[in-house]
């Protein structure tokens, strides 16, 4: 079982104890690269034990770059066993930047002169989308066509302990879990969370969309295994892992890392992907479709 979520290793360590237990057969744990994320089987490894191996997985650090026959980590090339739990983002600032202050933090960031900086909690997904997404809403707002577009540049980061010092020396914002709310210190604060929904550690703070910024969905942390995986091996995972998810220890282990317990079954985990999948595959389409079009607008023009 590979997991890229070394800091949560009470959670870590009570999913496979529970596994143990539930396959009666020891489960080795690794810790790879976060950046890595879904890494397919390396030449000459032992094929037998690649097609047994378990990934545990946030959105954060999953791909959906390319083709997926072209992309060995392509998250359609993997199949969710369960979602264990849902990961809400917020947007954080040193306590004493201007952002706070703020009603509408798009217009702020068009006004600073330069390109904004944005750091990112998360090697890919929806935030790194996010941030991007920050460009293509200031410039359907812009009132003449000679305004300067607003220029967006994302510096993506991992661990809440590198969070203040890139907020102190290069960033304007800074986006990650709302859990890292407990490792920030004093220096920083919470500006924004992705959801208008009571989190017991996260202050009365605005949405995302009421500061003028574009919405974002909530992340998720699930276990994977390869699609090329034994059907009885497969079979034997998820009557394991849907009996993990629904336990007391395990709602109990994802709520001590301040996340949001799902509690549902393979079938809806594969929904769940599914949507997720399809619903990046548009955005990408339509980012590919804006940027023809624009292409063929700058041509026109000259």
């Not at 089987?41 to 954060?60: C, F, H, M, N, T």
């Amino acid at each position: 079982m590979a997991s890229p979520f070394p800091l949560a290793q009470v959670y870590i360590d009570s999913l496979r104890s529970q596994l143990q237990e539930q396959l009666q057969a020891p489960v080795q744990l690794q810790f790879d690269d976060p950046s890595e994320g879904l890494v397919p089987p390396k030449p000459g490894s032992d094929p037998k034990l690649a097609q047994r191996a378990i990934w545990l997985v946030s959105e954060g650090n999953s791909s959906l770059t390319g083709n997926p026959a072209q992309n060995p980590r392509h998250l359609a090339n993997f199949e969710p066993l369960v979602i264990f739990m849902e990961i809400p983002w917020c947007l954080f600032a040193l306590k004493t930047s201007p952002a706070h202050e703020q009603k509408d933090l798009l217009a702020w960031l068009s006004s600073l002169g330069r390109p904004a900086q944005i750091g990112v909690g998360a090697y890919s997904g929806s935030p790194i989308m996010w941030v991007h997404a920050l460009a293509s809403r200031a410039k359907n707002k812009r009132k003449t066509a000679d305004q300067r577009p607003l220029q967006v540049q994302a510096q993506p980061f991992q661990g809440a302990e590198m969070l203040t010092p890139m907020l102190e020396k290069s960033v304007d914002l800074a986006i990650s879990r709302c859990s890292h709310m407990r490792k920030i210190g004093n220096d920083v604060a919470v500006v924004a969370k992705s959801h208008n929904e009571t989190i017991r550690y996260v202050p009365t703070v605005p949405t995302f969309t009421e500061l003028g910024l574009p919405p974002l969905g909530r992340g998720w942390h699930g276990a994977f295994v390869p699609r090329n995986m034994a059907q009885a091996d497969k079979q034997k995972l998820i009557a394991a892992f849907e009996t993990i998810t629904t336990s007391a220890e395990t709602q109990k282990a994802i709520l001590d890392i301040w996340q949001i317990p799902l509690r549902i079954d393979h079938a809806t985990s594969q929904r769940y992907i599914h949507h997720y999948i399809q619903t990046w595959q548009a955005i990408f389409e339509l980012m590919e479709r804006n940027t023809q079009e624009e292409t063929t607008a700058a041509k026109t023009s000259k």
